[in-house]
T-cell receptor, first 109, second 112 residues
Framework: GQQVMQIPQYQHVQEGEDFTTYCNSSTTLSNIQWYKQRPGGHPVFLIQLVKSGEVKKQKRLTFQFGEAKKNSSLHITATQTTDVGTYFCAGLVTYKYIFGTGTRLKVLA | DVKVTQSSRYLVKRTGEKVFLECVQDMDHENMFWYRQDPGLGLRLIYFSYDVKMKEKGDIPEGYSVSREKKERFSLILESASTNQTSMYLC???????????FGPGTRLTVT
């Protein structure tokens, strides 16, 4: 079946280090969304990418959508303790989103 | 602000019981979704609805059913709860199927 894999599953970084999570799909995606889930919370929408090769920035966060629209990445520059949480990608296939397995980020002060 | 509420934060049920999980959204969204979240598996879509009285199976519909009698309310039903349905259940809504989803706080269901 259609799958969206994310790596790594876990990442521990020192505060101030960079962090990247990667999302790979077995099928072409119409668009991709990214969500953040704080510990004990629910997923909150961060951004949506639609075009092949698209790059968007939100302060220290940079999101990319691959040329083939099968992969995406989220990069955080100079992590802070407030970045702690699980980051999910969600790819749109036909008319429903398939969520990735998530990357849990821990930031050590 | 969009608000999605779920009837319970925590629920404990016995094997074989019929379980109802309720979700209400206040933004007149057309689409509503039920997911379950398990460690290492991400969010998996159980059912979704794009209109009142309409429903579509997601990736893991077995053992579940849904009801959408009013636009703002989407219910998930476990006909006969089993221990492998112990999970976090998340409801979400969106204006259109391709738009961002707004999630409720989740219901942590334990089936003993």
């Amino acid at each position: 079946g259609q799958q969206v894999m994310q790596i790594p599953q876990y990442q521990h970084v020192q505060e101030g280090e960079d962090f990247t999570t990667y999302c790979n799909s077995s099928t072409t995606l119409s668009n991709i969304q990214w969500y953040k889930q704080r510990p004990g919370g629910h997923p909150v929408f961060l951004i949506q990418l639609v075009k092949s090769g698209e790059v968007k920035k939100q302060k220290r966060l940079t999101f990319q959508f691959g040329e083939a629209k099968k992969n995406s990445s989220l990069h955080i520059t100079a992590t802070q303790t407030t970045d702690v949480g699980t980051y999910f990608c969600a790819g749109l296939v036909t008319y429903k989103y398939i969520f990735g397995t998530g990357t849990r980020l821990k930031v050590l002060a | 602000d969009v608000k999605v509420t779920q009837s319970s934060r925590y629920l404990v049920k016995r094997t074989g019981e019929k379980v109802f999980l309720e979700c209400v959204q206040d933004m007149d969204h057309e689409n509503m979704f039920w997911y379950r979240q398990d460690p290492g598996l991400g969010l998996r879509l159980i059912y979704f609805s794009y209109d009142v009285k309409m429903k579509e199976k997601g990736d893991i519909p077995e053992g579940y059913s849904v009801s959408r009698e009013k636009k703002e309310r989407f219910s998930l039903i476990l006909e006969s709860a089993s221990t492998n349905q112990t999970s976090m259940y998340l409801c979400a809504s969106s204006k259109d199927y391709s738009y961002e989803q707004y999630f409720g706080p989740g219901t942590r269901l334990t089936v003993t």
